[in-house]
């Protein structure tokens, strides 16, 4: 049962992968109107990939903050170690959010797509 | 993203003083500037103009440094070098304070440069890639330099391929993994530094194009906390990669004597 399906889902992902391209080659003939469309779902695209990187980025630093507080509220003797390692964590988290970032703004100003 | 900057009267003074030496230094070399009416750009401006206080604040607190009356800026300073020493032997280990020279030098300057963006006509330098990438590769070459000077530069590049005590067989596996993860340093400090400073200056620039008055007031004060946050952080990072290659070396057997600094290695990507 799990392996017909895994079957059909492969086989489906297949097909719109052939088809995209196919859907593709249909609208190219008026490059300027794709190219408007296509900024505009990158903008639209960009503000939802900071969305979630916001939101997970803010997750996962809250887990690591929260550990580290209950570890400081544990053994208040290793505060200095806890607190140079938490941000080192919160900093590496952040940076991936900052990527995301620099990302989304480069589709909102730059426009790479306008062609 | 040029139509969001500003014209900076101080830019303008240095264009018009400097300019033209500019124009014709470049013209020397071969080479134009893109628009030869300001050839100068904000960052470049304002980075020589942190860089010439720094150097006149070092001047200044040099002229008055003294044993027995120590005045208040020194006791600052003095602090400041301390705790920088400090995190030095913490993290590089015995020697870390011999690198206090590059290490300090580097978070004044990005301290500064975060810091002055606060003012009113004036702008972050580290909000130009340019600078923060500056900053990193400085930090990089620096780095590998002082790794092959302390242990030789066969030993250091022997370290990429396989880590003290792994068999030399995964050097295939490893060799690519660390020469990627080494380049990735540079990519991911610069762009850190970059995207914070830019962010934040652009969060501001927006909530002031919204409402002019006290909207953007509460979001200042968190540059005022975040600012010297990236500073340290470039500095920690700085410490980190420094530990990473200068004591990499005698990991095996003194792994648990610094633990931090080994296990921060072994996190940082």
């Known amino acids: 049962m799990k392996t017909r399906f895994a079957l059909l889902f492969t086989f489906v992902v297949l097909v719109l ?29 960009a503000g939802f990939a900071l969305a979630i990187a916001a939101a997970f980025g803010a997750l996962s630093q809250a887990r690591g903050l929260s550990a580290a507080v209950e570890g400081i509220a544990r053994n208040p003797a290793a505060a200095n170690d806890i607190r140079g390692n938490l941000i080192l964590g919160l900093v590496l988290i952040e940076s991936l959010v900052i990527y995301v970032l620099l990302v989304s703004l480069i589709l909102f100003f730059v426009k790479p797509f306008s062609g | 993203m040029e139509k969001l900057e500003h014209p900076l009267w101080i830019v303008d003074a240095a264009n018009r003083i ?22 100068i750009p904000n960052y470049l401006v304002i980075a020589y103009l942190v860089v ?14 003294s044993v027995e009356n120590p005045g208040k800026l020194q006791i600052v300073f003095e602090d400041i ?35 002055i963006g606060m003012v009113p006509g004036f702008m972050s330098p580290t909000s130009s890639i340019n600078v923060t990438l500056g900053c990193a590769l400085t ?8 790794g092959m000077k302390e242990q030789g530069i066969g030993p250091y590049l022997k370290h990429f391929a396989a880590p003290p005590g792994a068999p030399l067989f995964i050097a295939p596996i490893m060799l690519p993994v660390e020469i990627i ?15 914070n400073v830019f962010g934040e200056e652009l969060v501001i620039l927006i909530l002031f194009s919204i409402v002019p008055f006290f909207a953007p007031l509460p979001i200042m004060f968190l540059g005022m906390i975040t600012m010297p946050l990236q500073a340290f952080i470039f500095v920690m990072l700085t410490m980190i990669y420094l530990g990473g290659a200068v004591a990499a070396e005698h990991g095996h057997e003194e792994a648990h004597g610094h633990g931090a600094a080994a296990d921060a290695h072994g996190a940082v990507a």
């Not at chain 2, 930090?139 to 002082?146: A, F, K, L, P, T």
């Not at chain 2, 380049?183 to 995207?195: A, N, P, Q």
Request: glycine residues 10%; contains cysteine; hydrophobic residues 50%.
């Open chain 1, 17 to 45: 992968g052939f088809a995209s391209p196919a859907l593709a080659q249909e609208t190219a003939t008026t490059s300027a109107a794709v190219s408007v469309e296509l900024v505009r779902w990158s903008i639209i695209t």
């Open chain 2, 18 to 39: 400097f300019g033209p030496a500019v124009n014709a230094l470049l013209g020397l070399i071969g080479m134009r500037a893109a628009d030869p009416a300001n050839p």
């Open chain 2, 52 to 65: 010439a206080g720094l150097i006149a604040l070092a001047f200044v607190l040099r002229s008055r440094l």
């Open chain 2, 81 to 115: 070098v301390g705790g920088l020493s400090g995190m030095l032997s913490d993290i590089v280990g015995p020697k870390g304070p011999a690198y206090i020279s590059l290490v300090g030098t580097i978070g004044a300057f990005i301290l500064a440069c975060n810091l």
């Open chain 2, 139 to 146: 930090v990089w070459v620096y780095y590998h330099y002082h």
């Open chain 2, 181 to 195: 993860s080494h380049f990735s340093r540079v990519l991911s400090l610069s762009l850190r530094l970059f995207g």
